[in-house]
């Protein structure tokens, strides 16, 4: 089994709005004959694949060169053919334990600096936790690569993943959830100020607290229907324009608690936030929506008309940093550990 590791997520997306201190990789791991999988959808969980590994294991069961791997893969299916998450993880466990134990569960940098690991199993993610120098944490998501002529969306042509990320609605032990984040990222690339759009948006969502509910992959996808409906041009707006109208686009979805899959619209992605988190989602973005097409029209803006939508979008040290807010005479503590949001370095509203 070959495997390779690429970044994941907003930070290989170049979409991080903050310092990093979580990092997202996926590990891929491709099965030798890899183009004889047999993809299934799953009629019963929209937006998943069943993997049929039935075919490769007929193949290479005599191939003197993938003999180990015939005997790993035998172990990790169910029924003779499906390959199972449970058995995959298990097993992706136990290297990521046997590895911290033979580094006795710590590094040491040019012979003097000593970090000490962590390791625990998250959802689908092995999760590394270091907490000196530095805190950060790594997220290790597994992910069997499936060539894009196996899609069961027509429109990929790229080579794809199959995520074992567990469905908190079933029990189903073979369902991966598809992924086809290089076909994303063909279509957000190369337009102007869309990437841009995104991380104020992505900002936005930072600063309120009730806003966490909403999912940096939510924001991607609203941006991904937007990109469908609309030409390159629309992304040669001033960003002001575009921000306000992807600001509509998330109040639209949110009034509705509807947000499908981009590939897949059978599949709701607001079936995993509860109603009451929606309402206070939509509650704050309105008022938010208000001001920003009311400053919008204003033909002269003062430094307290300025003030007020720096504050939507920065931190409360952002705020200070920037003179906008004093600061308090006794030091709070904050939960951020940003010192400064690069989208807003030296910025200019237009």
């Known amino acids: 089994m070959k495997d390779h590791i690429l970044g994941f997520g907003s930070y290989a997306d170049n979409l991080k709005v903050k310092l990093p201190d979580e990092y997202d990789l996926v590990f891929r791991l491709k099965l030798p004959e890899n183009k004889n999988i047999i993809v299934r959808e799953d009629k019963k969980i929209p937006g998943n694949v069943i993997l049929d590994l039935s075919e490769i294991l007929r193949i290479i069961s005599n191939q ?44 040491v940098y040019d012979k003097s600096i000593e970090s000490t690991l962590l390791y625990r199993k998250q959802g689908p993610a092995h999760t590394i936790f270091i907490k000196t120098p530095y805190k950060y944490s790594v997220d290790f998501v597994p992910a069997i690569v499936v060539s894009g002529e196996k899609a069961i969306v027509r429109s990929v042509t790229l080579d794809w993943d199959a995520i074992p990320k567990p469905v908190k609605t079933t029990q189903s032990d073979i369902s991966f959830r598809a992924s086809y984040d290089a076909m994303e990222n063909e279509i957000i690339k190369d337009k102007n100020n869309l990437k841009n759009a995104l991380r104020i948006i992505k900002k936005f969502r930072d600063v309120h607290q ?47 608690g509807h947000l499908p899959f981009y590939w897949n619209i059978q599949f709701n992605l607001y079936d995993q936030i ?19 097409e009311k400053y919008k029209k204003l033909k002269v803006t003062t430094l307290n008309d300025d003030n007020k939508i720096f504050e939507m979008f ?23 550990s940003e010192a400064e949001s690069p989208i ?7």
């Open 64 to 107: 003197r060169q993938h003999e180990c791997t015939y005997k790993l893969l035998k172990k990790l299916v169910i029924d003779g053919k499906f390959l199972s998450i449970k058995l995959l993880q298990s097993w992706l466990e136990s290297l990521f334990t046997k590895v911290l134990a033979d580094l006795d569960k710590r590094i």
């Open 210 to 256: 009730n806003m966490s509910k909403l999912k940096s992959y939510y924001i991607k996808t609203l941006f991904l229907w937007r990109s469908k409906r609309e030409p390159p041009s629309f992304w040669n707006k001033p960003i002001s324009v575009i921000v306000i109208e992807l600001f509509l686009d998330l109040n639209s979805s949110l009034e509705k």
């Open 274 to 292: 509860g109603q009451s988190a929606l309402v206070d989602m939509r509650r704050c973005l309105e008022s938010k929506i208000f001001a920003l």
């Open 314 to 336: 920065l931190t409360k040290p952002e705020l200070i940093k920037l003179g906008i807010k004093k600061a308090p005479e006794t030091p709070e503590v904050e939960k951020s």
């Open 344 to 350: 807003f370095k030296n910025c200019v509203i237009c």
